[in-house]
């Protein structure tokens, strides 16, 4: 069973949360997109998280 959607409504929620944004489903891939870094060689969790969302959320959930 895919919990997909409620993973997309907590992101989400969690990003306008933490950046006072009103932003909907659509947006908030455009959001992780800029906020995304390129990594060359994905070799650590924390290589693809950072590749996703960026660095900025990946430390607010992981480093706290």
Do not use: I, P, W
């Not at 969690?14 to 006072?20: E, I, S």
């Amino acid at each position: 069973m895919c919990h997909c959607g409620l993973a997309r409504a907590a992101a989400l929620d969690t990003v306008n949360r933490l950046y006072g944004l009103q932003l909907n489903a659509f947006e908030v891939d455009g959001f992780f997109a800029r906020h995304a870094e390129k990594v060359e060689q994905v070799k650590t969790s924390e290589d693809v998280v950072v590749s996703r969302v960026g660095r900025d959320l990946y430390e607010k959930f992981f480093r706290g």
